[in-house]
């Protein structure tokens, strides 16, 4: 039943992701996503609990040395692949150019910033490190299997993109992000390395 349930997150992603800038009520439709995320990943989760879901998705508290551990890690990856895009003249994706055509506004700069490092993160974290992580390593193929599904997943549903360095790029984000939720056992840190990412990326975009 669990991958009925992400196959339908999946298809709702997408569908957002295809009209996110090209319809009005794009925005507003991912700021309700987490309305059927939420309750699709609970059908999905034998727990009877909040401290229950919040444990088998690694959901934990957080510690302020950690923090800035993952920090800097997450920025050093930025950079790095922010800098080998500059290098190898990567194009500049479709998606990302709409973004910034729809930022033509103090109120769409604050929803367009607060969907996508806020919102967004939150939601893939807790659906592929979280929910999808635990189910896989539950099985024979263990926490390496989760790792490298979970950044196989995290990587296709990003259907807007196009370029194949664009994709081998969220492949290996993924697979850090994977790393960080094995090592850490919490996808907290994820989740703060995720919205850095798409807020340094989103910014660099805007000021361009």
Known sequence: MGSIYLQAYLINQMKITDVLFKDPFGLFSSLISPLIT????????KAESWSEYFDFWAVKVIGVSEVA????????????????G???????EQFM???????????MIILILFTLCLVVPIMEELIFRG????????????NIGALLLTAFFFTIIHSQYENVMTF??????????GVVRYKSNNICYTVIIHALFNTLTLTALLLN
Request: no cysteine; charged share 15%.
């Open 69 to 84: 551990k993952w920090i800097v890690v997450g920025f050093v990856f930025w950079f790095i692949s922010s800098f080998l």
């Open 86 to 92: 500059w290098w190898i003249k990567v194009p500049e």
């Open 131 to 142: 929910w999808l992580f635990s189910k896989v390593a539950q099985t024979k193929l263990g």
């Open 168 to 177: 081998l790029m969220l492949l290996s984000f993924g697979l850090l992000l």
């Open 38 to 45: 939420i309750p699709l990943l609970m059908k999905a989760t």
């Open 97 to 107: 150019l709409d973004i910034k055509a729809a930022s033509n506004s103090t109120d």
